[in-house]
């Protein structure tokens, strides 16, 4: 169960969104054991947003997964979604953030995992 969670200080146009929302249903799956039939997205765009004490395009993708990854998977990942915020928002990979939450309890359709 990944969810990942993509703020920027810049609009994120709906085409756009929709391409990032396609190319990170593929990203998702260097993570071993996780797919896009389990991914959740969330997108907000225009936020007020401060990198390096300049307002200039930044952005940060919060990753949260139900169990736990590899660094090399996390590696592969954290290419993968700069790659796609720099290629579908032309945002400077210097100025994005990717954090990583491995997540132990994951509730889902009234249980947990």
């Known amino acids: ?3 990942i969670e993509t703020t ?3 609009a ?3 085409r756009k969104e929709q391409a990032i929302k396609e190319r990170m249903g593929q990203a998702i799956e260097l993570i071993p054991g996780k797919t896009e039939s389990w991914l959740m997205l969330s ?3 225009n936020a007020s947003m401060y990198f390096q004490g ?3 395009p930044c952005a940060i993708c919060h990753v949260k ?3 736990a990854g590899t660094e090399d998977a996390y590696a592969k990942l954290t290419e993968a979604l700069t790659d796609i915020l720099r290629e579908e928002l032309e945002l400077d990979p210097n100025r ?3 954090t990583y939450e491995e997540i132990g309890t994951w509730g889902w359709n009234g249980g947990n995992f």
């Open 43 to 45: 997108f907000r765009g």
């Open 96 to 98: 994005i953030y990717v």
């Open 1 to 3: 169960m990944p969810y």
């Open 8 to 10: 920027a200080n810049i």
């Open 54 to 56: 300049s307002d200039e």
């Open 12 to 14: 994120i146009p709906g």
């Open 65 to 67: 997964l139900f169990g």
